[in-house]
């Protein structure tokens, strides 16, 4: 059973902007967002809430208010239909958590 | 270039053990914490084990706390990943991933572990 809360799926057409939420036992977590793409592993695309690793590029944005954590999506591509997962460390559990993704379609 | 292999993974027993490796090459293995996430077939992402970067400290997730043990040899730049009492509930891709506490940067490509009698 995931702590984090994320919509199961959304979608949007090529071009858009589409947001996903994550919300649940963030408390003053750091929160880290990771694309999945079909068949292949995780891939980290945001950490400390809205820092980008190198080479994500700049239409992937992360933000986080209380309790919850936003991941945007700006000029939506085909190659972005994914799973999309947020994740944190639970200090209070002393254990990461995952919420349980969001699957997004690019219409 | 940076790389995570895991390997280690197959079809075992409930109530047997197995031993998963994830071999790290290309960065500095002994600098960072590493994490174990599974995921069930066709389902998310699930945080298992974390040991920090110089094996002092380990967490584990409640469904696999007493049976799973993680561990590490940073003079060799590998990761375990003991699962002993298995269950068909494990079966999953494991995955392992280094970075830190709140965060996973790099993934290996995973190894599949199915528990079926």
């Known amino acids: 059973q995931s702590v984090l809360t994320q919509p199961p799926s959304v979608s949007a057409a090529p071009g858009q902007k589409v947001t996903i939420s994550c919300s649940g036992s963030?408390?003053?977590?750091?929160v880290s967002w990771y694309q999945q793409l079909p068949g292949t592993a995780p891939k980290l695309l945001i950490y400390d809430n809205n820092e980008r690793p190198s080479g994500i590029p700049d239409r992937f944005s992360g933000s986080k208010s209380g309790t919850s954590a936003t991941l945007g999506i700006t000029g939506l591509q085909t190659g972005d239909e994914a799973d999309y997962y947020c994740?944190?460390?639970?200090?209070?559990?002393?254990?990461?958590?995952f919420g349980g993704g969001t699957k997004l379609t690019v219409l | 270039q940076v790389q995570l292999v895991e390997s280690g993974g197959g079809v075992v027993q409930p109530g047997r053990s197995l031993r998963l490796s994830c071999a790290a090459s290309g960065f500095t293995f002994s600098s960072y914490a590493m994490h174990w996430v599974r995921q069930a077939p066709g389902k998310g992402l699930e945080w298992a084990a974390l040991?920090?970067?110089?094996?002092?400290?380990?967490y584990y997730a409640d469904s696999v706390k007493g049976r799973f043990t993680v561990s590490r040899d940073n003079s060799k730049n590998t990761l375990y990943l003991q699962m002993n009492s298995l269950r068909p509930e494990d079966t999953a891709v494991y995955y392992c991933a280094s970075g830190t506490y709140s965060r996973s940067d790099r993934w290996g490509q995973g190894t599949l572990v199915t528990v079926s009698s």
């Open positions: 963030i408390g003053n977590n750091y």
């Open positions: 040991i920090s970067y110089d094996g002092n400290n380990k």
């Open positions: 994740g944190t460390w639970d200090s209070s559990l002393s254990a990461g958590v």
